[in-house]
């Protein structure tokens, strides 16, 4: 089974914060979603468990948009 990472991304900030899927777009900005260090934790905990890899906690910090985590994880999984 392929998991498109976008989804799952979407769906892990969206079940953290009760937030609709339709309203988090790849360019949406981690903290105007209201998004805070320990939320993103948990959800990249999340992504992480979903796809089998590990963020570097020094990339933690670099994680912005939406787009930023679907974007490591991609490079993650090219990386394997």
Same mark, same amino acid.
């Given at each position: 089974m392929s998991l498109d990472i976008e989804t799952v991304v979407i769906s892990a900030i969206a079940t953290q914060k009760q937030l609709n899927t339709a309203s988090i777009k790849r360019e949406s900005?981690?903290?105007d979603l209201g998004v805070?260090?320990?939320d993103a934790i948990t959800i990249?905990?999340?992504v992480e468990e979903?796809?089998? @890899?590990e963020i570097p906690n020094a990339?933690?910090?670099k994680l912005?948009? @939406?787009g930023d985590i679907v974007d490591g994880i991609s490079s993650l999984l090219a990386d394997k």
């Open positions: 900005r981690l903290q805070s260090s320990l990249v905990y999340e979903a796809f089998d @890899v990339e933690l910090e912005e948009t @939406v």
